[in-house]
């Protein structure tokens, strides 16, 4: 088999195509796809080699010398993999270099990153900073709830359906939430989160289908869901006008998990909650059976106005 170049645009054309066709979450396709176009146009900054495992060891090099984190480097690493995977699996690229690729070792990580969360009179005041006298006030603040409350990504939310919310051992849960990686979980939901639905679903006679739909100017729903950069915008808009530091979607899910913790939750608890994969996300707890009935996050300590 020759040896794979990537100077032609359709070759590469087909090859991104390949790796990013067997990703199957949006946000991981987006980041891959973008790696790849930055490999690629350090690639053709000089003649190389090949596609071989002393090309993606430069390129490891060359990530590094950026000052860019370990993260952010494996990532990319991780992109350029999956790309000799396929490449491989379609005889584009002989096997034993692609073998050769995947041993490159990725940047090794100093430290845990921390990240950033609300303590609890903080996340109070965000929940309060929507006007709920307005449609648009009752929708951000029960989007804030789940995201506080239940630990929700922002694509979870924005996928939410109305069937999702059903009872379970007597209590309100979402059940077969799809999350990352296509995990399924059940999620626990707090009496004063369903309150905050409630309000909303209420006023807007929502019965089925997206829950969290889009409001035009003039404070009228539309038959629109909510996009994950929606809710983005909208978390910042009012951490801002809270008087809050620049709060992201995720440090709502990390607030969760906090404040779950601060209130004496249970790890194992915890990490089924938010739907960790790896009990190394969740502090490197092992996990048992999820108790619906005495919820982690029935306790974090919030109460509404």
């Given amino acids: 088999m020759s040896e794979l170049t990537l100077y032609q645009s359709d070759d590469w054309a087909r090859l991104k195509a390949l790796a990013l066709d067997g990703v199957s979450s949006p946000h991981s396709r987006r ?5 790849l176009d930055g490999f690629l146009r350090w690639y053709q900054l000089e003649p190389r080699a090949g596609f071989t495992k002393a090309t993606v060891t430069a390129y490891r090099a060359y ?6 984190s370990s993260s952010t480097i494996n990532v990319r690493l991780a992109a350029i993999r999956k790309l000799a995977s396929e490449a491989a699996d379609n005889g584009l690229l002989a096997p034993e270099t692609a073998a050769g690729i ?7 990580r100093l430290g845990v990153r921390t990240g950033n969360w609300l303590p609890l009179q903080q996340a109070q005041a965000l929940l309060q900073a929507p006007d709920i006298t307005t449609l648009k006030g009752k929708r ?5 709830a789940v995201l506080i409350g239940c630990g929700l990504r922002r694509s979870e939310a924005a996928a939410l359906a109305v069937e999702h919310v059903q009872q379970r051992d007597g209590r309100w849960v979402i059940v077969d939430l799809i999350g990352k990686g296509g995990r399924v979980r059940t999620v626990p939901v707090p009496a004063w989160v369903k309150v905050c639905l409630d309000c909303w679903t209420e006023a807007t006679g929502i019965g089925g289908g997206r829950l969290f739909r889009a409001v035009n100017k003039g404070g009228r729903m539309t038959h629109e869901g909510m996009t994950d950069k929606a809710i983005e915008q909208l978390v910042r808009q009012h951490s801002k006008k809270a008087d809050l530091p620049d709060i992201a979607p995720h440090d709502l899910r990390r607030t969760c998990a906090k404040l779950c913790r601060n209130a004496g939750g249970d790890l194992e608890q915890i990490q089924l909650l938010l739907g960790h ?3 190394e996300t969740t502090e490197r707890y092992l996990g048992t059976r999820q108790n619906l009935l005495n919820a982690p996050n029935d306790h974090l300590g919030i109460e509404l106005p």
């Avoid at 980041?31 to 790696?35: D, E, L, R, S, V």
């Avoid at 951000?140 to 804030?144: C, G, V, Y």
């Fill in 277 to 279: 994969a790896s009990v």
């Fill in 31 to 35: 980041a891959y796809g973008k790696a």
């Fill in 102 to 108: 995947a041993r490159v070792r990725g940047a090794k």
């Fill in 140 to 144: 951000d603040r029960a989007i804030l």
């Fill in 63 to 68: 990530l590094e010398s950026l000052g860019l």
